[in-house]
């Protein structure tokens, strides 16, 4: 699996773009909003990653995890190129992918040659663990035995770095769970991309 993780997907992925087998216009999204779902607002985060797709020429499916069956993931799954998923709460994210049947799909897919591109939560989520997340984000969101996340990749993502909100919050984190995890942290104009696996 080729993997981009992002903060803001819509500031990069003119550059993701060109790391990409094919055009746009050549590839199907499917655009996981789920994250954003406990957010009562129109979520602008989203709509200006979705839009960004969109004017890109993408073929962009929107597929929301809640009330999902396992069976309904593998068949979106199995029709697409690229799996976006969307930026909000990762816990609750969580909670609705184990739910779905999601995760147990999504690590599968990690050795097919599909794509992955993660924005803010849908980047955090594809580490090994929400544990270092808990401070920057809101775990009440969700009812959770554990917080063992995706592990597409095999360290913790912190975004929107440089945001002085987020800046001291992730001093934080790095001082307790530094020891125990792989930390890095993303500005809102910066990809990780990891390719087929080598991380």
């Excluded at 992918?97 to 955090?124: H, M, P, Q, T, W």
């Amino acid at each position: 699996m080729k993997i981009f993780l992002t903060s803001s997907a819509y500031q990069v992925m003119d550059k993701i773009v060109s790391e990409l087998p094919m055009k746009p216009s050549e590839l199907k999204v499917v655009f996981i909003p789920t994250a954003g779902d406990p957010y009562d607002d129109d979520r602008p985060w989203q709509k200006a990653d979705h839009d960004k797709l969109s004017e890109l020429g993408f073929v962009v499916t929107d597929f929301d995890l809640k009330e999902k069956t396992e069976s309904d993931v593998r068949d979106i799954l199995g029709k697409v190129d690229v799996i976006f998923v969307a930026g909000g709460n990762t816990f609750y994210l969580l909670e609705k992918a184990r739910e779905s049947g999601f995760e147990k799909v999504i690590k599968e897919l990690n050795d097919s040659d599909k794509i992955y591109i993660g924005s803010s939560a849908g980047s955090c989520i594809a580490g090994p663990d929400l544990e270092p997340i808990a401070p920057i984000d809101d775990p009440e969101k969700a009812n959770l035995d554990n917080t063992k996340a995706f592990g597409l990749v095999d360290f913790v993502v912190l975004p929107h770095h440089g945001n002085p909100k987020y800046d001291i919050l992730h001093e934080k984190v790095i001082k307790e769970f530094g020891n125990k995890y792989e930390i890095k942290t993303i500005t809102n104009e910066q990809t990780i991309a990891i390719n087929d696996k080598e991380n």
